[in-house]
């Protein structure tokens, strides 16, 4: 009976169905089982398994496991269950495959598994134990049918520092010299406990790779030079101790223009001609990010002084330690197409590089970390008026990230949340690791930021639910909103109970945030 009703009918009627309704349906009876299926292809997009009792998600793919798009399966303390749900996911074809924390024991049946499942990207993330067979892994998971297209492999932080007080499994033998070529067109890794050089993977898909991140392990090993020679059709390369950066999505979309177009360096990574890599590929650049945060040998950044670039359209400088500030402005003023430029840099931020900045016509975001090099008397409170008026005389910006603010009380928080009333395109706003930020402060911004749409609050802990709510009641544009606060702090009172109120008295989406 249920095909002779009208789709829309039948849509109606499952509407408030979860996933266990649409499988204790496709048990009634053949027709269900044949009509229904279709209307709950949203609810199984992405499937998450975190325990046995999320197995019974992929217990019926023969009806569901069509409209499996993502599946992430997290291993706890359950090695079993990963490899129950990957016999259940057999013969399927998915976008994304994400193996969260997951032990190495088995590279084998690891490899038989994935070898009858098709999977476009391929995610291992917080990796332990024996080193994993990577050639060995990606080719089975590509089936002999070139569907990998994406490998991630992050082994957890803490890992390789300890992993040498244990007696690990020996490592499997490493692949033949003519070994299938692996045709990926993204890598990101950590090269610890790797079963394979990692330059020899990087040949394996040398005609096809276009973004890489290599998480280095030995500093001296990295040359840029050599990873583009060998990869020349790279368009992203990030080379460095951490994630990619997190206003990056990775991997970036890929362009029919040839060149590199992303490019971030950073954490111990000691390619001494770095900046010469930079100037090489100056004009196709379209993100930059350089981050020198161990002040040892540090590349030469005096060869950026002749960068030139009409491509650029971000650039990221953290902890630049050995950075003039000459070297600084000749970046931002070289830049003209700048639109988001970061600033976190180990020196206080100068008059040239401020007014390099204010110079930026196209500049629409502006994140800065502000640090007072006075701590009392005349001396700060001069400091502190000329930061906030630099600040007012950005006058196109739409989103502006204020971090830090090393020593700011409630009352300086107030005078520099008057000057954003001189910034009437601002529409995000991101306040985060402010210690002196309280309800006053907040309430303080509310007449002056009249046209915000979005706002971010992170771990200021003495900001309470009284002043989250203020600012749901007084921003008639906002749309979206977020906090977030340390573990080592505790929620507000009452925090989580605005984010209903939010929704329905107007509309806006509130997020809460728990940070590691």
Same mark, same amino acid.
């Given at each position: 009976?249920?095909?002779?009703?009208?789709?829309?009918?039948?849509?109606?009627?499952?509407?408030?169905?979860?996933?266990?309704?649409?499988?204790?349906?496709?048990?009634?009876?053949?027709?269900?089982?044949?009509?229904?299926?279709?209307?709950?292809?949203?609810?199984?997009?992405?499937?998450?398994?975190?325990?046995?009792?999320?197995?019974?998600?992929?217990?019926?793919?023969?009806?569901?496991?069509?409209?499996?798009?993502?599946?992430?399966?997290?291993?706890?303390?359950?090695?079993?269950?990963?490899?129950?749900?990957?016999?259940?996911?057999?013969?399927?074809?998915?976008?994304?495959?994400?193996?969260?924390?997951?032990?190495?024991?088995?590279?084998?049946?690891?490899?038989?598994?994935?070898?009858?499942?098709?999977?476009?990207?391929?995610?291992?993330?917080?990796?332990?134990?024996?080193?994993?067979?990577?050639?060995?892994?990606?080719?089975?998971?590509?089936?002999?049918?070139?569907?990998?297209?994406?490998?991630?492999?992050?082994?957890?932080?803490?890992?390789?520092?300890?992993?040498?007080?244990?007696?690990?499994?020996?490592?499997?033998?490493?692949?033949?010299?003519?070994?299938?070529?692996?045709?990926?067109?993204?890598?990101?890794?950590?090269?610890?406990?790797?079963?394979?050089?990692?330059?020899?993977?990087?040949?394996?898909?040398?005609?096809?790779?276009?973004?890489?991140?290599?998480?280095?392990?030995?500093?001296?090993?990295?040359?840029?030079?050599?990873?583009?020679?060998?990869?020349?059709?790279?368009?992203?390369?990030?080379?460095?101790?951490?994630?990619?950066?997190?206003?990056?999505?990775?991997?970036?979309?890929?362009?029919?223009?040839?060149?590199?177009?992303?490019?971030?360096?950073?954490?111990?990574?000691?390619?001494?001609?770095?900046?010469?890599?930079?100037?090489?590929?100056?004009?196709?650049?379209?993100?930059?990010?350089?981050?020198?945060?161990?002040?040892?040998?540090?590349?030469?950044?005096?060869?950026?002084?002749?960068?030139?670039?009409? #491509? %650029?359209?971000? &650039?990221?400088?953290?902890? =630049?330690? *050995?950075?003039?500030?000459?070297? /600084?402005?000749? @970046? +931002?003023?070289?830049?003209?197409?700048?639109?988001?430029?970061?600033?976190?840099?180990?020196?206080?931020?100068?008059?040239?590089?401020?007014?390099?900045?204010?110079?930026?016509?196209?500049?629409?975001?502006?994140?800065?970390?502000?640090?007072?090099?006075?701590?009392?008397?005349?001396?700060?409170?001069?400091?502190?008026?000329?930061?906030?008026?630099?600040?007012?005389?950005?006058?196109?910006?739409?989103?502006?990230?204020?971090?830090?603010?090393?020593?700011?009380?409630?009352?300086?928080?107030?005078?520099?949340?008057?000057?954003?009333?001189?910034?009437? #395109? %601002?529409?995000? &706003?991101?306040?985060?690791? =402010?210690? *002196?930020?309280?309800?006053?402060? /907040?309430?303080? @911004? +509310?007449?002056?930021?009249?046209?915000?749409?979005?706002?971010?609050?992170?771990?200021?802990?003495?900001?309470?639910?009284?002043?989250?709510?203020?600012?749901?009641?007084?921003?008639?544009?906002?749309?979206?909103?977020?906090?977030?606060?340390?573990?080592?702090?505790?929620?507000?009172?009452?925090?989580?109970?605005?984010?209903?109120?939010?929704?329905?008295?107007?509309?806006?989406?509130?997020?809460?945030?728990?940070?590691?």
């Amino acid at each position: 009976m249920l095909e002779q009703f009208p789709p829309e009918i039948v849509s109606n009627i499952v509407s408030s169905f979860d996933r266990f309704d649409f499988m204790q349906c496709a048990q009634v009876n053949r027709s269900w089982r044949q009509h229904l299926p279709p209307y709950s292809a949203h609810l199984w997009e992405q499937i998450h398994i975190k325990g046995d009792h999320h197995l019974v998600f992929l217990a019926d793919t023969t009806f569901f496991g069509q409209y499996i798009k993502s599946c992430t399966i997290t291993m706890l303390n359950d090695d079993a269950m990963v490899f129950l749900a990957l016999e259940r996911l057999q013969g399927r074809h998915l976008q994304s495959l994400v193996l969260d924390r997951f032990k190495v024991k088995d590279n084998k049946r690891l490899a038989d598994l994935l070898r009858n499942l098709k999977c476009e990207s391929l995610v291992f993330t917080g990796v332990t134990g024996a080193c994993l067979d990577f050639i060995g892994i990606i080719t089975a998971a590509s089936g002999g049918g070139s569907h990998m297209r994406h490998f991630a492999c992050h082994y957890d932080g803490m890992y390789p520092v300890l992993m040498s007080t244990f007696v690990l499994p020996p490592p499997p033998p490493p692949p033949p010299p003519d070994a299938d070529n692996l045709d990926l067109v993204s890598l990101a890794l950590t090269p610890q406990n790797l079963a394979a050089d990692w330059m020899d993977i990087l040949q394996r898909c040398s005609t096809t790779l276009q973004h890489i991140h290599i998480a280095v392990s030995n500093p001296t090993t990295i040359s840029c030079h050599d990873i583009m020679k060998t990869c020349p059709r790279l368009q992203s390369m990030f080379i460095g101790e951490f994630s990619v950066p997190n206003m990056l999505n990775w991997p970036p979309t890929s362009s029919d223009k040839p060149g590199l177009r992303y490019f971030g360096h950073w954490g111990l990574c000691r390619d001494m001609d770095v900046m010469k890599f930079v100037l090489q590929h100056q004009h196709t650049l379209e993100f930059l990010y350089l981050d020198t945060w161990v002040n040892v040998q540090l590349p030469p950044w005096h060869h950026l002084n002749s960068f030139q670039s009409t #491509t %650029l359209n971000t &650039l990221v400088c953290n902890n =630049i330690h *050995g950075c003039t500030p000459d070297t /600084l402005v000749s @970046l +931002i003023r070289q830049s003209p197409n700048l639109d988001s430029v970061v600033l976190h840099p180990a020196d206080p931020i100068t008059d040239q590089v401020w007014n390099a900045l204010r110079s930026l016509d196209t500049l629409k975001c502006l994140s800065i970390h502000l640090a007072l090099q006075h701590h009392d008397g005349s001396d700060r409170i001069q400091e502190w008026r000329t930061m906030t008026r630099r600040l007012g005389a950005m006058k196109t910006l739409r989103q502006l990230e204020l971090n830090g603010l090393n020593g700011v009380s409630s009352n300086e928080c107030c005078q520099l949340f008057q000057m954003l009333h001189d910034i009437p #395109t %601002l529409v995000k &706003l991101r306040l985060s690791h =402010i210690r *002196g930020l309280d309800d006053k402060a /907040l309430e303080t @911004l +509310i007449p002056h930021v009249q046209s915000m749409e979005k706002l971010n609050i992170a771990n200021c802990p003495i900001v309470t639910a009284r002043g989250i709510k203020t600012l749901i009641d007084g921003l008639p544009r906002l749309r979206h909103m977020i906090y977030s606060l340390s573990c080592t702090y505790n929620l507000p009172f009452g925090v989580y109970d605005l984010i209903s109120y939010a929704k329905s008295s107007l509309g806006i989406k509130l997020v809460i945030n728990r940070l590691d």
